[in-house]
């Protein structure tokens, strides 16, 4: 006798196995850990913008507090350039021009009495000396200094020597203000000038300036 299997090869379920179980449920597990994945960086994301969103407003805000005293600070920066720029101007106008009216009142106040100027003559000249650079103090540099010099000549009212006074003058006006460490007293000269009774001594006299 022979048993005969209908359903042999026709609707038969196949065996379920350990393997196809984890296939089917790593399809479905891993989209679900990326989709998760996704969602933390997309949240972790939008957190980072309005962290930064936040410190930006913070940041404006700042700015905003803190722009007049910015303006302030540059209207006053500018103004110390611009008085910068005009001291340097005086310095160069100072150093590059005297002033006689004190130098004149000396030449007047100790003028011995019995004396008269007979001439008065300033001369300048630029000159040199040696310095340092600003930005390298241990570097020598040559820097223009104006030289000057005062010239004038004196003669006694009356016949006689007046050598001892115009010594005297000399150094009297070495002392004064307006020459004192700015100019040196050259040694002096003397001619007669005249004849017989009217002969007459002229002195001639010459300041020059000192350089710094």
């Known amino acids: 006798m ?4 209908l359903l ?4 038969i379920p196949a065996k379920t196995t350990l393997a196809s179980v984890f296939f089917v449920a790593l399809a479905v597990i891993v989209p679900i850990i990326i989709s998760a994945v996704m969602l933390s960086f997309y949240l972790l994301n939008n957190i980072k ?4 969103l936040n ?3 913070k940041s404006e805000e700042q700015i905003a507090i803190s722009k007049p ?4 600070t540059i209207t006053l920066e500018q103004e110390i350039n ?5 001291l340097k101007e005086v310095s160069r106008c100072v150093d590059t021009f005297a002033q006689w009216s004190p130098i004149l009142i000396a030449l007047s106040e100790e003028m011995p009495d019995e004396m008269i100027m007979n001439r008065l003559e300033t001369l300048s000249a630029t000159g040199r000396t040696t310095g340092r650079k600003n930005n390298d103090p241990n570097k020598p540099a040559v820097i223009p200094m104006p030289k000057r010099s005062i010239i004038f000549d004196i003669s006694g009212g009356k016949q006689g020597s007046y050598s001892s006074r115009v010594q ?13 460490q700015k100019f040196k007293a050259q040694p ?3 001619e007669d000038t005249g004849t017989g009774e009217n002969r007459i001594e002229t002195y001639f006299l010459k300041f020059e300036s000192l350089t710094q």
């Open 69 to 72: 005293d910015m303006l302030k």
């Open 49 to 52: 913008i309005d962290v930064g």
């Open 55 to 57: 410190s930006i407003a």
């Open 188 to 190: 002096y000269s003397m």
């Open 2 to 5: 022979h048993n005969i299997d």
């Open 168 to 180: 005297t003058y000399q150094d009297k006006l070495q002392f004064t203000a307006a020459f004192a």
């Open 82 to 86: 611009r008085l910068a720029k005009r």
């Open 8 to 11: 042999k090869g026709e609707g």
